[in-house]
């Protein structure tokens, strides 16, 4: 097999507090801490299954939840979560991403197959999001039980009710770390007070959400990529002066999330051009992976399988041995 290509070296944005033109490396595995459980499992998500190379190609499909069956019309074949365990399987993702239920019922036939990622908490998209919380909806036992490689929890960074999501978060943190399961954090930014200070995509809310995921204890960090516009100059100082490009703005992030790695969101589903540039945005901008539902699943299969593998051609340009 060929050796992976060398990784583009970006500089790192100036006026942020970063050393102009130092070249940007994801964190070492072997520097992130970890008990010898979760680096075991890690190691498999990061090397041993899906792209490989140090690198993260997760198929989430909490949507049915989060969003409600809407999601599932532009492709009637997706509404049965048997497809999306077979582009997992077929398409080589690091693993999937989903409730209990769905795992209870579904991924045993894919067991050994496709690793899991169990999500911990969630809720619907009928109340407003002004005061978000997402409650339990299993357990990290749930997760050891069904043979989970790590777990999934959402925090609301900045909502009125932050208190008792870090609280509840507290909790499963301690379980994953007694059962050695690595923790990904879907980090949001949302609320009132977050709409006022520039809006839940602006470089701010999601700088804030990448350190307090870190500070949370994440091993893994879910984000959005920022999205620049006239709110900016809501946003608390010095981000409502800042004039970084978009993927230096992203790179401010990484930064931020400091020996937690990082995954981009896809969010709703885009054309084809703009999926592979922001694939390789967040790449050379320091992320370890993608997280994307909709934007692969919504698609016909062999559509959904020609993505994937156009995905993975570009993960192999960044592509690390193990360190």
């Not at 002066?241 to 703005?249: E, I, N, R, V, Y």
């Not at 990082?262 to 992320?287: I, N, W």
């Not at 995905?311 to 041995?321: K, N």
Request: net charge neutral.
């Amino acid at each position: 097999m060929d050796a992976p290509a060398a990784r583009p070296s970006v500089p790192l944005p100036t006026g942020a507090g970063l050393s102009a033109g130092t070249p940007f490396r994801r964190p070492a595995l072997s520097s992130l801490g970890l008990s010898p459980g979760k680096r075991t499992r890690l190691k498999r998500l990061l090397y041993h299954h899906g792209p490989g190379g140090g690198t993260l190609l997760i198929l989430p499909i909490d949507q049915g939840l989060e969003h409600g069956p809407a999601d599932f019309f532009s492709n009637p074949d997706a509404l049965d979560p048997d497809y999306q365990f077979r582009l997992a399987r077929d398409g080589h993702f690091s693993a999937i991403a989903l409730h209990v239920g769905l795992a209870e019922r579904y991924f045993g036939e894919y067991a050994g197959d496709v690793p899991l990622i169990l999500k911990l908490n969630g809720k619907t998209s009928i109340p407003s999001d002004a005061q978000a919380f997402s409650a339990l909806t299993g357990s990290v036992e749930d997760a050891a039980r069904l043979g989970a490689d790590a777990v999934g929890y959402t925090v609301y960074v900045g909502s009125p009710s932050q208190d008792r999501d870090f609280e509840q978060f507290r909790m499963v943190r301690e379980e994953a770390e007694s059962l050695g399961l690595p923790v990904i954090v879907w980090a949001y930014p949302r609320g009132e007070a977050v709409a006022k200070k520039g809006g839940k995509e602006s470089l701010y809310a999601i700088d804030y959400a990448a350190r307090v995921a870190l500070e949370l204890g994440a091993d893994i960090v879910k984000l959005n990529y920022p999205v620049r516009s006239d709110k900016d100059k809501d946003s608390p100082p010095p981000y409502n002066a800042l004039a970084l490009s978009p993927q230096d703005a992203f790179r401010k992030v990484v930064e931020s999330a400091g020996r937690a790695l990082v995954l981009v969101s896809g969010g709703e589903k885009v054309d084809d051009t703009d999926l592979l540039e922001k694939v390789r945005m967040s790449m050379a901008g320091g992320a370890t992976g993608i997280i994307f539902g909709r934007n692969l699943w919504q698609r016909p299969w062999d559509d959904a399988l020609r993505i994937s593998r156009e995905v993975h051609a570009i993960f192999r340009e960044y592509a690390e041995p193990p360190r």
